[in-house]
């Protein structure tokens, strides 16, 4: 469906016009079409191309340098005019001949060809090539009388490419048919297209059928079946081509999987998958791949598959630079392939250098998170009920789950020699990595700004347990966005790290101080959690959306009364 | 709606994958993203970019030289894990710290945000930036609340060129705090998208409206209003944008049209025109548009704008070479503007020099033409009505445009002193572009060609007519691909020719021979007009379908004998 336009009798001309102003550097419009924008130098075989609209980047997003001279352009889905034909070769004519090049179409057949005529008729050199890939439009033996599809572009880029290289007009004519006899296109569709301004689709395919061997025009298809998986999809595509291969194939094969115009470029990733391992099974290479949209039909959804079987010239040409809007070739950027990557530790088993005083306080760390663990084991129904009143009830399953591994990676750590700001560190990252939710996040991201905070070369001291503290209740606001009194772990994390800060400023034990915080957090926690339900459910759900949890501040006062438990 | 998948739970790693092997060049899969393939050398900042899947080329294809040194991928429209990010973020970084840069959304925020807070505990000096473009998620000075949407693509080109022209972290994050700030998107849609393997799309638009504002996953937009012409939605796009502008915007602007995945690129070159328009209105100067799919959502409908107000640096580092596979910046061949082109003749006015002979021969045709275009003229309605028989009828009406057309270009190319051979040559290219159909384009050919054949330096001989009759009906069937018997003019040309030639060859005058074939041309007319009522319509549609015209054989001996009265 066409969403975007102004006059639908323009759409074709007006698409072309907003085409050439965006690719101003490399096309310039002319009537009935596009001329390279870019100098090509006298003595250049001209290669002109084009056909109907709607099939966008055919014809005009495939002129460029070592691509076409220039595109004529019908209106959709019809053939150009012969004299617009005639016209734009002439100004695209360098002195050295003119290849016309496009799909085998009647329309286009009598209008190219009768514009060949003219040409000669003006002593220029031309030579015509219809071509042929489809092998959905005619049988074995009758390949002339193929229609052009997405094979197109591989014929028009090494025909392209032969011409910028300085090949002579019979030389460039060779090469031209011979990619065109050594190029077999399939394909398939899940559904029409539809003109711009009509409300209808030109065809239709039923719903979870594929319609195969169908036209770009929606001329008649060879079968219809219900749509496979992508898989089967690919043995299909490939296998029909394969048992069309032209004579003396060789191994090495130019691929193209091409979407018409409906069809999402990750579907065509997802079976490019399946479609380069039954090439491979095929035992072809395939040479510089390409996947996405370069000959479409308005919003067909389908796609096809082309492959041309390379020699030596036609991969030169194949891989030769050229620049469109369509498609380019060849690096922008000096490159060379990085070097392999060491393979991922499968566990981490060095940490780095410790103090004694430092290991001593991550063993006692790693105890404290197996209390922790034990203690939200235990409290995982009663937390559950507190969320489930205002959210999904899955607050004290996602606690128990990160705070065992937590305690698990702590232990590991720990046995390893780490140090106190390693060994919460560890837990940290695994409490994040497996809790799941917002709420296992934000204790790995508290947990993990409180181990930078601290120092694996010295046993850390009340102050610095305090900053860490500090730190850690900042990271959580600043990157979790929340502040004290939007429910959150936040409502007790905050008064938790002021008293602690404080009692540790005024020479409390760091005992004492934990103790206290402790009780400052319990107190905030049980003011959340008796208005919890007293709130209405916009402002929870508002809270929540911003990935907040409702049940934090009471699951974050339990574990600082717990961690408070084990410091002597 | 995704026609192609394997399984729906693997969609978005599937995708991945086959994106990975298709791009190798630049790009080579890690666990959960990927990283360039292409060297990086120390000392570079890394850019690590990100998010959910779906949005494609977002974020995969933006990593390559100048742009992205990694991505990673969450699954469809959900936040890569926090451990992810920091895992690929350590195979990237090359001792010169990282850049996190992603769309500003709950889960990114939180998960980037945390995966630095991870980094910098291992040592690594890492920026966050959350890109904040999209206009239509929050109000005017609450811009730090504002999602990320296509404004993605400037800020993280603009913030690629400055990693990879050497600058320090401390500069690549000013410049893409810069850039970010001056990014300004606003976008529409037209239809919801559809998750893989689901059968009804996330939201809905109601048939012929457009949503406003709407987010990339179907986030309420801010209004709903009938679809506008492609002129009305360009002046509401780019006159948001314009409104939104930010302090000291400057007049010139990086200009990106983007499409969501359902809108057809020749919708957006139609919509572009218009944009284009708009903006120079508001006397902004685009630099380097892209007009194209750069952050889609699956098939959503519809397309956003963004505009990025340029600075000096900015410029620069938005006009420097990237390569990657969703944007290529920069040559890769090189290549220098062309020359303007001579502007278009209005109308012909010197033909090639011809003998005093061939000019009266050249007159003696202009006056054969007047005589057919007048019979042709006459015989509108009888051969309207022959061809009413089997066709559309409008045989006649074409033949009586063409050849008056013929008849004016050819009195006209004679009172220029014109020869016989360039008379018929604009005789014939006049009756292909006006009569219109593939009769007028079968009438133009075989003139023609026939004009081709002789030459204005000297008066036609008998023997050179005949051969350029010959030529002209070889020509017709070669291109038309019409034989005798096929029910065509060819019925009635073929034995023309065939006469002519044996008249002249054996000693007629040609006006003798031209008699005698004329009338062999009618006798074979007469065989195909009688027998035209009696094939069966699937013969006669086969014929059709080639391109042939039935009632072309009765105009043609028509023609033939007219054009035989003016011999003499």
Request: hydrophobic share 45%; glycine share 12%.
């Amino acid at each position: 469906m066409t969403h975007i336009l102004q006059d639908p009798e323009d759409f074709a001309a007006d698409a072309l016009r907003g085409y050439c102003d965006i690719h101003a550097r490399l096309v310039r419009p002319v009537r009935g079409g596009v001329l390279r924008s870019t100098e090509t130098p006298d003595g250049k075989v001209a290669l002109v191309i084009g056909g109907g609209s709607g099939h966008y980047p055919a014809f005009a997003g495939y002129v460029g340098p070592g691509l076409g001279d220039a595109a004529v352009a019908g209106d959709v889905f019809a053939s150009p005019a012969t004299e617009l034909i005639a016209e734009i070769s002439r100004k695209a004519h360098r002195g050295a001949g003119v290849l016309l090049a496009f799909g085998n179409y009647a329309g286009d057949v009598l209008n190219f060809g009768f514009a060949a005529t003219r040409l000669r008729g003006d002593g220029i050199d031309v030579r015509v090539l219809a071509i042929t890939d489809d092998i959905g439009s005619a049988p074995k033996g009758e390949e002339a009388r193929r229609r052009g599809v997405a094979g197109d572009i591989p014929v028009l880029k090494i025909a392209g490419a032969a011409a910028e290289a300085g090949l002579g007009l019979d030389e460039v004519e060779t090469v031209a048919r011979r990619v065109n006899d050594r190029t077999r296109s399939f394909g398939v569709a899940f559904g029409g297209c539809t003109l711009a301004g009509a409300k209808e689709p030109l065809f239709v395919v039923p719903e979870g059928r594929m319609a195969i061997g169908l036209g770009l025009h929606g001329e008649a298809g060879i079968d219809e079946t219900d749509i496979p998986p992508a898989s089967e999809l690919a043995v299909l595509l490939v296998d029909r081509l394969v048992d069309e291969a032209p004579a003396a194939p060789g191994t090495r094969a130019a691929v193209l999987l091409n979407g018409l115009g409906g069809t999402k470029q990750e579907e065509l990733f997802v079976l490019w998958t399946h479609v380069a391992a039954r090439l491979r099974h095929h035992g072809i290479e395939i040479v510089a791949p390409l996947v996405g949209e370069y000959a479409t039909s308005l919003d067909m959804e389908g796609c096809s598959l082309t492959i041309t079987w390379l020699d030596e010239e036609l991969e030169q040409f194949w891989l030769a630079p050229c620049d469109s809007a369509g498609l380019r070739v060849g690096n922008t950027l000096p490159t060379r392939p990085a070097p392999p990557l060491p393979a991922d530790d499968a566990a981490r088993t060095t940490w780095p250098e410790a103090s004694p005083a430092s290991r001593s306080a991550g063993t006692f760390v790693a105890g404290t998170f197996m209390r922790l663990a034990d203690m939200l084991q235990a409290a995982e129904d009663e937390l559950g009920r507190i969320d489930a009143l205002t959210g999904d009830g899955d607050h004290g399953m996602g606690m128990a789950r990160g705070s065992r591994a937590a305690a698990t990676a702590a232990q590991d750590a720990a046995s390893h020699q780490a140090g106190a700001a390693s060994v919460l560190a560890a837990a940290a990252d695994a409490w994040a990595d497996r809790a799941g939710g917002t709420s296992g996040a934000i204790w790995g991201l508290g947990l993990r700004s409180a181990a930078n905070a601290l120092d694996d070369g010295v046993a850390p001291t009340d102050e610095a347990i305090a900053s860490a503290v500090t730190q850690a209740v900042e990271a959580v606001m600043t990157i979790g966005g929340a502040r004290p009194g939007d429910k959150t772990l936040v409502d007790a994390f905050e008064p938790f790290a002021r008293t602690l800060a404080a009692q540790v400023a005024g020479g409390a034990s760091i005992a004492q101080a934990w103790s206290r915080a402790a009780d400052a957090a319990k107190q905030a926690a049980d003011d959340t959690a008796d208005l919890l339900p007293r709130l209405g459910r916009a402002r929870l759900h508002a809270a929540r959306s911003k990935g907040h949890c409702d049940a934090g501040a009471v699951s974050f006062a339990m574990a600082a009364r717990t961690a408070g438990e084990t410091i002597e």
